[in-house]
Every structure is written in structure tokens, then in C-alpha cells.
């Protein structure tokens, strides 16, 4: 799940006994894999052009 709010990114993974591995993503060097198609991303690039706000002040890392 990916917040619209904060740059704040949930992962769930299926493992092979059925159950979920959950990682928490944050920082926006952090960086996600999504093996199943391949991917790799930071959580900058995935929240390019996205005014966040923090402390009531709108970031925008571009």
C-alpha cells in the first residue's frame, strides 16, 4: 500500500507456507523490491513529483 500523505510505503509478500511478510518502508532512500515483475525502486523515485506534507510544510522532491 502506498500512502498519498507521507512517503510511507507497506509491503506484503506471500511465502511459500501461505503466510504474509510484511516490510515497512519509510525513508526515501529505501529501497522496494518487487520480485515478482522484476522491479526495483526507491521510494524518491516512486514519490517524484508528490507534494508531501511534513509538519504542516508541503515537500516536493523532485
Known amino acids: 500500500m502506498i500512502s498519498q500523505k507521507s512517503a510511507h510505503v ?17 525513508a526515501m532512500d529505501n529501497q522496494i523490491e518487487l520480485s515478482s ?3 526495483t525502486i526507491s521510494l524518491k523515485d516512486l514519490y ?8 504542516g510544510l508541503t515537500k516536493n522532491d523532485n
Open 37 to 39: 515483475i522484476g522491479c
Open 10 to 26: 507497506e509491503r506484503y509478500v506471500r511465502q511459500p507456507d501461505n503466510t504474509w511478510l510484511f516490510s515497512d518502508f519509510r
Open 48 to 55: 517524484n513529483k508528490v507534494k508531501i506534507e511534513t509538519n
